[in-house]
């Protein structure tokens, strides 16, 4: 029987840094826990690392980290995103903005200073 923090994917054991024994379990906890923390952070392997208290050694796990942060920030993000009905769109924003600004004098200056 594996030691209860070895993650099962896909039905087989999941042992992604053999250096540091670190498990595909324990990067998706920190990844998460990353995410909960500040939700548009940039997540790396270093991070993840650093969170473990370890470092990549010889950094053949990298790729397959990097894998597992992609996959996980995906799902949260997919997980944490509202319905179409609440979302603003970048141009409509933009309208608005400029509405508000119009008729507001932007230049410090007044209208009768020239530029030499």
């Known amino acids: 029987m594996p030691p209860p923090d070895f ?23 920190i990844v998460l826990d990353l ?4 939700p548009w952070q940039l997540v790396v392997p270093a991070k993840v690392y650093k969170e473990l208290d370890r470092r990549a050694k010889c950094g053949g796990c ?3 980290v ?10 949260y993000h997919a997980q944490q995103a509202l319905p179409s009905g609440e979302l603003v769109s970048l141009q409509s924003g933009l309208e608005k903005l ?17 530029a030499a």
Do not use: Y
């Open 62 to 64: 990298v790729p397959n």
């Open 35 to 38: 995410l909960r923390a500040d």
């Open 66 to 75: 990097v894998d597992i942060i992609v996959r996980v920030t995906e799902n």
């Open 7 to 29: 993650a099962f994917i896909r039905g087989r054991l999941m042992l992604v840094c053999q250096c540091n024994m670190i498990t595909s379990k324990q990067i998706e906890d």
């Open 98 to 114: 400029k509405q508000q600004r119009s008729g507001v004098r932007l230049e410090r200056r007044s209208k009768s200073h020239r």
